[in-house]
């Protein structure tokens, strides 16, 4: 397991990133190794969220995104897939007290369409319970898909009417799950794939990209600071000089 480092140290550079998106890759081969069933792996990678999270608040990081479950992935084993809902609703109504006393902001981003019940309920009251918390803000994207995002929003602009000339790239981005949200200046894939995954497709299109081979149970302060540390030797163009 990695180990952590005893305390933070600042980054060399000043420029930390004020919205990270990540990729949590690596639950199921890290369960695999420790020759643990992959639930196992998925519950280690939930526990994660919360320390991370508290690294990123005090790096100073304002905006941190998960990429929790996605639309691809009501495709795994019918029992797989039960166990992970159940993993997210045992840790969201356990969780969601201590976040709340420590000012984080819970959002979810993606479809509620065909999420059990119990975690419809739990999700939503997370959200309206910490609705109003200014520290840190945590995006979990869950039942998420990017082209999913995208259709979702050319319909909504079709069934309001708007017309061909009223559509823009802001008309778009007005219409997406994330709509007043910042885009994402980092994004961390972890367990070594360096691929998006229709993980935030629209919103990443100038984010810089960072992979390591960590996998997400052991993902610690030590990894997020290689990450920003690796972000604040960029130089971010946006297209331009």
């Known amino acids: 397991m990695v180990a952590e480092s005893p305390a933070y140290v ?23 190794r420790r020759h643990l069933p992959r639930l196992a792996g998925h519950r280690a990678g939930v526990r994660n969220i919360h320390r991370i999270a508290n690294a990123c608040f005090d790096r100073g990081v304002r905006m941190l995104t998960v990429y929790a479950f996605s639309t691809e992935n ?49 999700i939503e009251n997370a959200v309206t319970l910490t609705h109003d918390n200014p520290n840190l803000m945590l995006n979990v994207a869950f039942n998420y898909g990017g082209r999913a995002e995208i259709v ?32 994402p200046d980092l994004v961390i894939r972890t367990a070594g794939e360096m691929r998006l995954s229709n993980f935030l497709i629209w919103q990443a299109a100038y984010s810089e990209y960072y992979s390591t081979p960590t996998y997400w149970p052991e993902f610690g302060e030590r990894d997020l600071d290689e990450a920003i540390e690796s972000y604040a030797r960029r130089h971010r163009k946006f297209g331009k000089l």
């Not at 029992?79 to 809902?85: D, F, P, W, Y």
């Not at 069934?159 to 790239?169: M, R, Y």
């Open 152 to 183: 979702d929003a050319v319909k909504r602009i079709v069934s309001d009417g708007l017309s061909a000339d009223e559509i823009s790239e802001e008309t778009i981005n007005g219409y997406l799950y994330t709509a007043d949200l910042p885009d």
């Open 74 to 122: 009501w495709g795994r084993p019918a029992q797989e897939v039960s166990g992970l809902m159940t993993i997210f609703a045992e840790a969201t109504e356990r969780e969601t007290r201590n976040l709340h006393q420590k000012g984080v902001c819970v959002r979810h981003v993606g479809s509620m369409e065909g999420v059990p019940v119990h975690l419809r309920r739990a």
């Open 10 to 32: 600042e980054p060399s550079s000043s420029a930390i990133p004020q919205h990270i998106a990540i990729i949590m890759d690596g639950n199921g081969r890290w369960a695999q």
